[in-house]
Structures are given as C-alpha cells and as structure tokens.
C-alpha cells in the first residue's frame, strides 16, 4: 500500500496532471427539473446515468445522461413537498449528487 | 442525539416554534460548541450529523437540509469541510466560512493520479480540513462566527459580544498549553490511523505520518502490514488513533512496540466532556511518556 502511495505521489510529482471532480446542479423551472452535469474543467461527460430519489431515498426514476451532460424531466408528483435527491454517475468513474429542497422547488416555481 | 432528534422535530412541525429562538446551524463539533458559547440560551444550535457519522462526508437527508436552509446563521468551516454544502442551495446571506480569514494558510493534501476518459492522466488534490486543531485557527473561527451571528441575530449582539473574549480566551489558552505540554515531542515522530492531524503537526512543530485507516475498526492484515512499513521508514513509537479502537488492536499495536493515544479530533460531539476540556486531557495523554 505504501508502495502503491508512494507511486502516485511520485506520478504526480513527475506528471502533469490536471484536477477534474465532477459538478452536478439541478434546478426546477416551473414543473420541469433540470440537471447539469459537467467536470471541473469544463468538459462534458461522454455518457452516464441521473437517478432521482425521494425524500425518503426511494428511487423516483432513472434517465440517461444527455449528449450536452443537461437532462431535463417533469417534476414528479409529490416532490414539491418532500423533495428530490439527484444522483449522477458518469461512465468516466465520478459521481455526484445535488439535493433539491421543498423551498428549491417552491422558489423554481415561483410560488414562494 | 436524542436531544438533536427532539429539535429536529420541533423545527419541522411548527415553523412558529423554530422562529421563537434564533437558529445557528454548524457543520461540525467545534463550531456547534462556540455557538452554544457564544449565543448561551439565547440560541438553539442545530448540530444534525448522527454520532456515527463522519461530518466530513455526511450527506444530509433532504429534511436536514430544509432545517439547515432555515437556520439564522450557516457555520461552515471552509477548507473543503462538509462536502455536502456545494451540493445544495444555501442562503448566502446567512452562511459564514469560519476559515476563510485564514485561507492562505490551508494546508494542500497529497493527490491522487489516475487515468480515464479524456481528461488523460489527472489527478485529485484535496484542502486539509480540519482546522480547528490548531487552536490558534479555532480562535479566529470562533470570531468570525461570533461577527456573524451578532449581523444576523438581532438582539444576540451584547450577549456575543460579552462571550467572545472568554472564548477566545479558552481557545488561546489551549492553543499555548498544546504549545508548552508538546514541545518535547517535537522532532519525534509519529504515526496516526486516519490523515486527520495536518493542521495540529504544523502549529505544534510535531512529525506526524498518516495511515487511512477507518475509525474504530480492527486494521486487516494489510494494514498491520501497513504500519510496520511506516513504523519501520519513521522509527515513529507513537500510534494515535482517530477513535478508540478494539482491545485487541491495542495489543497488536503495543506488540509492534507502539504506544497507542486516542485523540479524536471532536469533528463529532464526545460522549462526554466538552470541547476544550476533551481536548485538553488528549493533549496530555499525547504528551505524556515522553
């Protein structure tokens, strides 16, 4: 394990690398949410998967990420009040996620 | 814990109860404790994170976060602490990053190099987060959350104004006792279980070498492993542990000719005792057989 440490200080010490995470925003427009997926750096993962669970971690749905990293749904029944978590895994290895408030979704919608 | 629960509660069925008391809402420990010291009764502190839980990559439940929205002040402590605090709205007027005075003074971790997709090699550099270790950083925490909550709290000005100096004054005073009480270890070296001592090394001139061990967990043969390697590169006699771990794993760890010391870096709050006097005795379990 060390070694294996020892490798990757040594890698990056002798490499130029350039730090990347993945950045997931949602946001709702009305009844439509919205998810942006993109790295760091400003590239566009190549594929992965949005899922959208509940406020009490059930999964709502799954869709496919969109060939610009945007993938845009309705607005499932019920979130209003409790809530969506949005999970995203890209095919790259990263993952993240963005927690959409009651209040996110009342603002998006103009009603609060 | 269920004392939080309770509050929780109370703040989610009755948004007339929660406004009653102002809310300040921490990411962390320390933070909850000077926002109890600061704002005494005079403020409920909303700490969510389960005991169990490791603050620093805690994900909230969108309940929790609906709480923490709320809140009349948003303790963050900066330096990457709490990743779930980018991945949510929050009010910014509301929100104060304890560390950002300091910033300058971040300690950057090792990284990481891997390869995929088209971003070709690259790697993931990360901030030491826990800050608060060093006493002296505490200190200047303590009075960036103390001027926000006197901006965003009306009527807790003269109370946190009254508060602040003997907080700081307690933190200052830990900050010189860790000072004088480690000083003989300074140049010796050190192995602790988890990469959670960064900050502390650096204010107390202390050579401490990490492991990424989970908390309270028995190490496999690999890390046992591990260890002798690093026990064996430093000559380190001294293992200190994030979280107390089995009996047996002290005695494995004794085998090795390692002294072991729990010091928990109080991201969570401790079973017992409070912040500065928890602290205060592991800064003279370190220090003591040297």
Redesign the interface.
């Known amino acids: ?2 070694r294996t ?1 020892g490798l ?2 040594t ?2 010490a002798a ?7 993945l950045r ?1 925003f949602a946001s709702v427009t009305g009844d439509t949410v919205t998810v942006e997926s993109k ?1 760091s ?1 400003g ?1 566009i ?2 594929a992965g998967e949005v899922r959208v669970l509940d ?1 009490s ?1 059930t999964l709502v749905m799954t869709l496919p990420l969109g060939e610009d990293g945007v993938t845009t749904f309705a607005l499932p029944d019920g979130a209003a009040d ?4 949005i999970e995203v895994d890209v ?3 990263h993952s ?9 979704i009342a603002h998006g919608q103009g009603t609060n | 814990m269920l004392k939080r629960l309770v509050v929780l509660v109370a703040l989610a069925a009755s948004p007339l109860a929660a406004q009653d008391k102002p809310v300040v809402a921490a990411v962390n420990y320390p933070l909850a404790w000077m926002a109890e010291r600061l704002g005494g009764d005079a403020v409920e502190v909303l700490f969510p994170v389960p005991a169990d839980r490791d603050p620093s990559f805690w994900r909230p439940g969108l309940s929790d976060i609906s709480a923490i929205q709320a809140a009349d002040v948003i303790a963050l402590n900066g330096a990457g602490f709490a990743g779930w605090t980018t991945r949510t709205s929050l009010p910014r007027s509301r929100i104060v990053d304890t560390s950002a005075g300091f910033s300058d003074d971040y300690i950057s971790t090792d990284s990481i190099t891997h390869s995929h997709g088209a971003d070709g090699e690259h790697s993931h550099t990360g901030t030491a987060s826990y800050t608060w270790l060093d006493f002296g950083q505490a200190a200047r925490q303590a009075e960036a959350l103390a001027g926000m909550m006197q901006r965003r709290i009306p009527g807790s000005g003269d109370a946190v104004v009254s508060a602040l100096p003997g907080l700081v004054a307690d933190l200052e005073a830990l900050d010189s006792h860790a000072r004088d009480t480690l000083a003989p270890l300074q140049g010796t070296a050190m192995i602790a279980t988890h990469p959670r001592y960064q900050y502390f090394a650096r204010a107390y001139g202390l050579q401490i070498a990490a492991l990424d061990w989970d908390a309270g967990a028995m190490p496999d043969a690999d890390q046992w492993d591990a260890l002798q390697a690093l026990t064996d590169e430093t000559g380190a006699q001294t293992l200190i542990w994030e979280a107390a771990p089995p009996q047996e794993a002290l005695a494995q760890a004794e085998g090795m000719g390692l002294r072991s010391v729990v010091f928990a870096p109080l991201a969570v709050r401790p079973e017992t005792g409070e912040f500065q006097g928890v602290m205060r005795g592991q800064i003279d379990a370190l220090a003591q057989g040297e």
């Open positions: 394990m060390i440490l990757a200080f890698l990056a490499l130029p690398a350039a730090a990347h995470d997931v790295f750096t590239r993962p190549n406020a971690d409790g809530g969506l978590m095919s790259e290895g993240d996620y963005w927690l959409l408030t009651p209040d996110d």
